[in-house]
């Protein structure tokens, strides 16, 4: 018994087709297109219009603020980091790995991409340092010296 490989496109044409007759087609690719991109993984002429961002999160102690991005299959050399009047800002490009093959199903999505995290009043912008290791970005961002916690002595 043989298996052809099917599309799965979940959330594409058939969702938006339905609603069609009550909106204007553009006004709800418009409306859909930041979910699809994110959920249905799409291939094809789509898939050069569509951008990614890598998920992140940002933790905090006394002393600094971490932010840890996800940049799987990425190396330092795709990646700039730079920090500019309180704002953060991570870029980069994901290649395809399969150029020069034909792809049968290609869900994940590649491309440039960039964030920009406002970093607050209490960071000490000029001491931002990183670490990348296994596909995550360690973003340290330490807090300034007056903005941390200390014991104040009662007279």
Known sequence: MTRSLIRHTPFHRPLIGA??????????????SPVLSR??????AESAAMTWWPAADLTQTDEVYTLAV???GLTKADIDL???????????????????????RVERIYGRF??????????????????FE????????PKAEEAKARKIDIA
């Open 82 to 104: 730079t920090v500019e009047d309180h704002t953060l800002t991570l870029s980069g490009e994901r290649r395809a790995s399969h150029e020069g093959a034909t792809a049968d």
């Open 39 to 44: 959920v249905a993984g799409h291939d094809g």
């Open 70 to 72: 996800d940049l799987p």
């Open 134 to 141: 296994h596909g995550v970005l360690n973003i340290t961002i």
């Open 19 to 32: 609603f069609e007759p009550l909106f204007g087609k553009a006004m709800l690719d418009d409306f859909f």
């Open 114 to 131: 960039a964030r920009r995290f406002n970093l607050p009043g209490d960071t000490d912008v000029s001491a931002v340092s990183a670490e």
